[in-house]
């Protein structure tokens, strides 16, 4: 396992993982779940860096059945995926919290502060000149390809875009008050 990165703490039977562990990927993901033989059996859960997660029932290192959670708590579900695709989660938090009063660009309020010349991508920030994907604390993630480039540009938020809202000059208690003063 040095020799790929990789890591494992947990039961082992005549030198392999067997019973309860968690098996560390090079790439930051975890296993933590049930092992036999030296392979993913029976109960386990992938979880990933950017918190998203797979759980699943594992069959001899295969998955046989499971589920994925995105990492803002999102089910997905295979069938009947009523409001969004993979082009478009946009609604996914006025779903499950509600609609807040002012216009919103992302889950977060405040939204994320974005580097300038970069795009908000959902799991860090993307820099078009470089074509790099860093995560929100500093760290590599990927080199992004054309098309995901393309989507990016596209579909994500600018360093520059503007939180929309209520200006407090341009409420309806202060439009109301100069109005009353013209008369």
């Known amino acids: ?20 562990g968690e098996y560390t990927f090079s790439t ?6 049930e092992m036999k033989d030296g392979m993913f059996h029976g109960k386990g859960v992938l979880h990933f860096p950017n918190g998203s997660k797979y759980g699943a029932t594992w069959e001899l290192g ?3 059945q499971g589920s994925f959670t995105f990492a803002d708590g999102l089910q997905y579900q ?27 660009l992302t889950d977060l309020h ?10 908000d991508c959902g799991d860090g920030f993307y820099d078009p000149n470089t074509r790099v994907v860093t995560s929100y604390t500093g760290r590599f993630l ?3 390809d054309d098309s995901e480039h393309e989507w990016i540009v ?4 600018k360093a520059g875009d503007e939180v929309v809202g209520v200006e407090p000059e341009m409420s309806v208690a202060a439009t109301t008050e100069v109005t009353s003063n013209i008369n």
Do not use: H
Request: charged share 40%; aromatic share 12%; net charge positive.
């Open 1 to 20: 396992m040095e020799f790929t990165g990789s890591s494992y703490k947990g039961d082992t039977k005549n030198g392999r993982m067997d019973g309860k």
């Open 78 to 104: 295979e069938k009947d995926w009523d409001y969004c695709d993979g082009y478009d989660r946009r609604f996914y938090s006025e779903r499950c919290n509600g609609l807040r009063p002012e216009a919103q």
């Open 28 to 33: 930051g993901t975890k296993y933590k779940g």
């Open 110 to 119: 405040p939204p994320r502060v974005i580097p300038d010349g970069c795009y």
């Open 154 to 157: 596209r579909a994500c938020r």
């Open 62 to 64: 295969r998955a046989k």
């Open 142 to 144: 990927r080199n992004a």
